[in-house]
């Protein structure tokens, strides 16, 4: 069973840079598996970020980059706002099948 | 705009059936996979099945193999997961979603979420 893991929690400052990671049990993470990163605030849906590894969407505020960094996915926050607050999630593609990280809850403070 | 509402939902025995739809509307249906994705009460989101824009193409997460089964009407502009044998623990929020094209692997856009709960 292909587990996707993701910090369970991190703590930014307003203004500061964060970065959130989304490792596979299969190994590195590459361009292949196409991550996607989402974010959900409470009560919400989640709301597309990323996709294709580096590629925002046309809502999505230029703080948001994703990458590939040392063998994961990332995403990085710069310059944290009070409503960056939320739990995020990343979504890797293994040929079909798909699998989500367990989230990050990422806490501006 | 882009808008996906999904129905269906409710409260079902363990055992028993339900259909899911999501209505779609302000794009192509026909050129966009689509996908189910759960989340159940204070967990965290599993993908569930996704369907190619053609129809053809289908993939389901291993749970739900022989149980679930995703298909669209593109004429109505609606998907649906059929869910059959169901169980406690595939009480969660139900939502769809939008690929970005027939074959993507990329998500863009998420529906609201129609509940189902299972319990006697």
């Known amino acids: 069973q292909t587990v996707v893991t993701q910090e369970p929690s991190l703590t930014v400052s307003p203004g500061g840079t964060v970065t959130l990671t989304c490792a596979s049990s299969?190994?590195?993470?590459?361009?292949?598996?196409?991550p996607n990163w989402f974010q959900q605030k409470p009560g919400q849906a989640p709301r597309a970020l990323i996709y294709g590894t580096t590629n925002r969407h046309s809502w999505t505020p230029a703080r948001f980059s994703g990458s590939l960094l040392g063998g994961k996915a990332a995403l990085t926050l710069s310059g944290a706002q009070p409503e960056d607050e939320a739990e995020y999630y990343c979504?890797?593609?293994?040929?079909?099948?798909?699998?989500f990280g367990g989230g990050t809850k990422l806490t501006v403070l | 705009e882009v808008q996906l509402l999904e129905s269906g939902g409710g409260l079902v025995q363990p055992g028993g059936s339900l259909r899911l739809s999501c209505a779609a509307s302000g794009f192509t249906f026909s050129s966009y996979a689509m996908s189910w994705v759960r989340q159940a009460p204070g967990k965290g989101l599993e993908w569930v099945s996704t369907?190619?824009?053609?129809?053809?193409?289908?993939y389901y997460v291993d749970s739900v193999k022989g149980l679930f089964t995703i298909s669209r009407d593109n004429s109505m502009n609606t998907l649906y997961l059929q869910m059959n044998s169901l169980r406690a623990e595939d009480t969660a929020l139900y939502y769809c979603?939008?690929?970005?094209?027939?074959?993507?692997?990329?998500?863009?856009?998420w529906g609201q979420g129609t509940l189902v709960t299972v319990s006697s």
């Open positions: 299969t190994g590195a993470v590459t361009s292949g598996y196409y």
């Open positions: 979603a939008k690929h970005r094209g027939s074959t993507s692997p990329d998500l863009d856009f």
């Open positions: 979504l890797l593609y293994y040929g079909g099948a798909r699998v």
């Open positions: 369907l190619r824009g053609s129809g053809s193409g289908t």
